[in-house]
């Protein structure tokens, strides 16, 4: 069970076992216990970038991770509104010519005679 810790301290012992194993986390989850959130944060940012916040502030790196949700949004989107438009022009009715509207009247009225 983890001790209640801050949440820095929490992602800073999830880094360390995704790279060192479960072993060195449980040791760096005991130093972070003491350590504090500004401490931990030094250790984490220059380490893992800004990647490690839970806002990470606006820049180059981190461009993706504010602007990537709307770029997908609107790809899904056209995608959606693409696909449905070729769905409708394959949809479109058939005008029937004379010769078939007949042929279905006289299979219409066949059926309702052997009813």
Known sequence: MIPE??????IL??????TLGRKAASVVC???TTGSDQEIIDFLVPRYGDFV???PPLKSTTAFLW????????IGGTTLAVALRRRAKKLT???????DHRIVTQLLSEGTKRS
């Open 5 to 10: 810790i801050g949440h820095y301290a929490l």
């Open 13 to 18: 012992a999830l880094c360390v076992a995704v």
């Open 30 to 32: 005991t130093c972070a």
């Open 53 to 55: 916040w839970y806002r």
């Open 67 to 74: 602007l990537g949700p709307f770029f997908l949004l609107v």
């Open 93 to 99: 009715d058939q005008v029937l010519s004379d010769e």
